[in-house]
């Protein structure tokens, strides 16, 4: 019976992929091909037949270490993506909209300020007090996690691109739908809501995160004394 680990760790002895991840890749191979063998020898394959149709399974094995190491990239990517932008990004989210809605259920009264005449905006004074502190938590965790500093931008201002989705893209949908709010979203009420949910709020978060772009200093090696470049 051929020794499949073996046999796999050889063909792909030059998978440019760390210790442990190469192990993996080879174990899981080894056990796929363990298991194709094992339902040809099954149906009444002769041991070498057998083999030899497991093997024809993979036709080109520079072309399979192509493959896998793609598909590696993908997911470091993806999970470089995820720790850098969308967990600090929706616990911002998360973290500013618990305590809005934790003001709402008081029945906080907003702050009306009037501007233009006849309108006015809604200021909750005590939520945009915290946007700075909700922001700097969301560049921080980003920073940490090997973020750039535009994603650390991302992070902070996400809850504000939640916003303005739903303004650009919930709202006209229920103006279509529902006959009862048709003709309500003109192009004033939409900068109204742009000024209100966006740009006040986005300052407010701003305020913390950038200057954690510059305060945050990412670690790096020490070069022996006397060492050049």
């Given at each position: 019976?051929?020794?499949?680990?073996?046999?796999v760790?050889?063909r792909?002895?030059?998978?440019?992929?760390?210790?442990?991840?190469?192990?993996?890749?080879?174990?899981?191979?080894?056990?796929?091909?363990?298991?194709?063998?094992e339902?040809?020898?099954?149906?009444?394959?002769?041991?070498?037949e057998?083999?030899?149709?497991?093997?024809?399974?993979?036709q080109?094995?520079?072309?399979?270490?192509c493959?896998?190491?793609?598909?590696?990239r993908?997911?470091?990517?993806?999970?470089?993506?995820?720790?850098?932008?969308?967990?600090?990004?929706?616990?911002?989210?998360?973290?500013?909209?618990?305590?809005?809605?934790?003001?709402?259920q008081?029945?906080?009264?907003?702050?009306?300020?009037?501007?233009?005449?006849?309108?006015?905006?809604?200021?909750y004074?005590?939520?945009?007090?915290?946007?700075?502190?909700?922001?700097?938590?969301?560049?921080?965790?980003?920073?940490?996690?090997?973020g750039?500093?535009?994603?650390?931008?991302?992070?902070?201002?996400?809850?504000?691109?939640?916003y303005?989705?739903?303004?650009?893209?919930?709202?006209p949908?229920?103006?279509?739908?529902?006959?009862?709010?048709?003709?309500?979203?003109?192009?004033?009420?939409?900068?109204?809501a742009?000024?209100?949910?966006?740009?006040?709020?986005?300052?407010?978060?701003?305020?913390?995160?950038?200057?954690?772009?510059?305060?945050?200093?990412?670690?790096?090696?020490?070069?022996?004394?006397?060492?050049?470049?």
């Amino acid at each position: 019976m051929a020794d499949w680990y073996q046999l796999v760790r050889q063909r792909l002895s030059g998978l440019p992929l760390e210790a442990a991840e190469k192990d993996e890749v080879h174990a899981e191979l080894a056990a796929h091909l363990e298991e194709s063998y094992e339902a040809s020898r099954g149906e009444g394959l002769p041991e070498q037949e057998a083999i030899h149709h497991t093997l024809a399974q993979v036709q080109d094995w520079r072309d399979l270490q192509c493959k896998i190491l793609i598909a590696k990239r993908k997911g470091h990517l993806m999970q470089k993506r995820l720790h850098e932008l969308w967990i600090p990004g929706f616990l911002t989210l998360i973290l500013s909209t618990i305590f809005l809605m934790t003001l709402l259920q008081h029945r906080f009264q907003p702050r009306v300020v009037s501007w233009g005449g006849p309108h006015t905006i809604l200021l909750y004074l005590p939520w945009l007090l915290s946007l700075p502190v909700f922001g700097a938590i969301g560049a921080y965790l980003s920073l940490r996690a090997g973020g750039s500093r535009r994603t650390a931008l991302l992070a902070t201002v996400f809850p504000v691109l939640t916003y303005a989705a739903t303004i650009f893209v919930i709202l006209p949908v229920s103006n279509i739908v529902d006959p009862h709010v048709q003709n309500t979203l003109r192009l004033g009420n939409f900068l109204h809501a742009i000024f209100e949910w966006t740009v006040i709020p986005g300052t407010a978060l701003l305020l913390g995160g950038f200057p954690v772009r510059f305060l945050f200093l990412p670690r790096r090696a020490v070069r022996p004394a006397g060492s050049n470049g």
